[in-house]
C-alpha cells in the first residue's frame, strides 16, 4: 500500500495530452495501436509521444550500439530487485521477442544472454518502459541465482548511515561450481 | 520464493575471497570495518574489495561530476519499482547522510533533491550496493507518488510481445496541480 492513501482514492485525472482522445479519457487502461512494425524507426516514436518504445538514441554511447539503456531485472515471484544491466537495441528487441532475457556485456561488447553460461537465465513475464522512455524493466522468473557472486540479487551488499558496509544477504551457491573450468 | 528450491536450502559456501578470514566464514552475514572515513578516496575502495562503496569513477561521464551511477527507487511498502535516476558522489553523500533520496538530473545538471519542488520526497529506509560497486539500490518511502506524469511508478507502461504498449497503471494525480505555475 502507498505511504498516502488518499492518492489511491483520488479520481484519474487526465493530462493534456491525454485530452487529445476523448476514448482514452474513459479508459483507465488504454490500449494504443501498436507501432507500424516491431522495428519501427525512431522517428516513428517521436511522431507519437504517447506510446514511446525504448529510446535507445538517448542511451549512454557505445561503440558499436544505437545506445544502451539501464535495464533492471525484478523477481516476479518475491518483488526482490535481482540485477541492473544495459541493453541496446538489439537485445531489446531479442528479449521481446523470445521472453529470455538478454543485455548488451559492456566489458565483453557483445549481447549478453542471460544465463549462457551459467544456466541462469530469466524469463521474461511482464516488460514496463518508464516515463522518458529511457529505462527498461522486466519482471522475469529467475533460474537459479541472478549474480555472479552466488548471491539471489546482486544488491546483497547495505550501506549503513554511517557508511559502513554489510553483506546482508546469504550466498546461495559457490560461484566457482557455476562459472568453473568444468562448466 | 526462489525458482530452483535446492539453493535454498545448500549450505553457504564462502569464496577464496571470504577465506581470507576464519570469522567471516563462521558468519552468514559478517560485519565489515566501516571505511576510515565516510569520503575515504576510491584508492581506499580498491584496497578493500570485499568492502566496495559506490565506485563512481566506474559511472558515466558527465561534466562537473566524478561519474553518474544509476539508482533504483523501490517502494519499501509495497516492493514497486519507482523509478530509475543518477547519482554523482555528492547526491550520494547527501543520500546517505540526510536519509532523503538526492540524485542528479542530467538535464539540470546540478543535484536534485526529489521531491523539492512537488513535495514528493523520498525517505529512504534502506541502501544496498551492487557486485561491481556501479549501481544503487534505494528502498525508499514515498510521499505522494515517484513519477512526474502522476503516475505510482515511472514503469506505468508495459511493453507487449508484438512491441505494443499499454498504460498498464492509473493515474493518481494530475501532474499540473503538481508542477504548475501556483505550486
Not at 535495464?71 to 528487441?93: H, K, P, S, T, Y
Not at 538478454?102 to 516515463?131: A, M, N, P
Request: aromatic share 8%; hydrophobic share 35%; glycine share 6%.
Amino acid at each position: 500500500m502507498p505511504i498516502v492513501p488518499p492518492l489511491r482514492n483520488a479520481p484519474i485525472i487526465a493530462t493534456k495530452r491525454l485530452k487529445r482522445s476523448e476514448n482514452r479519457r474513459k479508459t483507465p487502461t488504454p490500449m494504443f495501436a501498436p507501432p507500424a512494425s516491431p522495428h519501427a524507426r525512431l522517428s516513428d516514436q517521436k511522431a507519437n509521444p504517447v506510446n514511446p518504445i525504448p529510446d535507445f538514441s538517448r542511451g549512454q554511447a557505445f561503440p558499436g550500439t544505437s545506445g544502451l539503456l539501464p535495464a533492471i531485472a525484478q523477481d516476479v515471484a518475491n518483488g526482490r530487485v535481482l540485477m541492473i544491466a544495459w541493453m541496446d537495441e538489439r537485445a531489446w528487441r531479442e528479449t521481446v521477442e523470445t521472453g529470455q532475457a538478454v543485455y548488451f556485456s559492456r566489458s565483453r561488447g557483445k549481447l549478453w544472454r542471460k544465463g549462457e553460461t551459467s544456466g541462469h537465465r530469466q524469463r521474461v513475464e511482464e516488460i514496463r518502459v518508464d516515463c522518458d522512455a529511457d529505462a527498461i524493466l522486466l519482471k522475469v522468473q529467475q533460474t537459479g541465482v541472478a549474480c555472479h557472486e552466488g548471491y539471489e540479487s546482486c544488491f546483497f551488499r547495505r550501506v549503513e548511515s554511517d557508511f559502513s558496509v554489510n553483506i546482508a544477504d546469504t550466498r546461495r551457491l559457490d560461484p566457482d561450481s557455476v562459472y568453473g573450468k568444468s562448466t
